[in-house]
T-cell receptor, first 113, second 114 residues
């Protein structure tokens, strides 16, 4: 089974600073990769996804992620943090031969004014 | 488009009881997945329904069962509730076609077992 590791359960950045949230997956065959955001008392909203097209994927709200097969990573970045980015972020993978999504344990992002 | 809707929003049950949670998928979607999200954790896959059949199941006991109706809506049933079943239960829908499709999530049902 797949496993997804998100390094850093809590990340704090200053407003305007770079956001970097880390995600590593375990599969030897590159899966489909997703980043979701969850605001308090809400469901998950898709930020971006990688499905074997360009390795640099751009998403909503200025977020992007780069798929690196050699590092089995799919880190999420945003050049300049905004207060509204404070939320819980989840990395998820879906195997190419299955229908199940595997989620990481999440990273809580705090933006300091 | 109403998106994925779930009912009820909150639910309080006692140990040993049974509960039914409901989900209506996003318009045009025919695949429904259920997840359990414990406090401070990522969502854990329970099962997925497609064409009224359970297509795939995660590592959950048989106390967890489901159903999908001809209109693609779905129910999650949990029998013999345990304290550890307290969690946010998320429903997600997606169009048929493959695991590369984005799953759209509902707001969840918060289940508390006392």
């Amino acid at each position: 089974a797949q496993s997804v590791t998100q390094l850093g359960s809590h990340v704090s950045v200053s407003e305007g600073a770079l956001v970097l949230l880390r995600c590593n997956y375990s599969s030897s065959v590159p899966p489909y990769l997703f980043w979701y955001v969850q605001y308090p008392n809400q469901g998950l909203q898709l930020l971006l996804k990688y499905t074997s097209a360009a390795t640099l994927v751009k998403g909503i709200n200025g977020f992007e992620a780069e798929f690196k097969k050699s590092e089995t990573s799919f880190h999420l970045t945003k050049p300049s943090a905004h207060m509204s980015d404070a939320a819980e972020y989840f990395c998820a993978v879906s195997e190419r031969t299955g229908n199940q999504f595997y989620f990481g344990t999440g990273t809580s992002l705090t933006v300091i004014p | 488009d109403a998106g994925v809707t779930q009912s009820p929003t909150h639910l309080i049950k006692t140990r040993g009881q049974q509960v039914t949670l409901r989900c209506s998928p996003k318009s045009g979607h025919d695949t429904v997945s259920w997840y359990q999200q414990a406090l401070g954790q990522g969502p854990q896959f329970i099962f997925q329904y497609y064409e009224e059949e359970e297509r795939q199941r995660g590592n959950f006991p048989d106390r967890f069962s489901g159903h999908q109706f001809p209109n693609y809506s779905s129910e999650l049933n949990v029998n013999a509730l345990l304290l550890g079943d307290s969690a946010l239960y998320l429903c997600a829908s997606s169009p048929a076609g493959g695991p590369y499709n984005e799953q759209f999530f509902g707001p969840g049902t918060r289940l508390t077992v006392l």
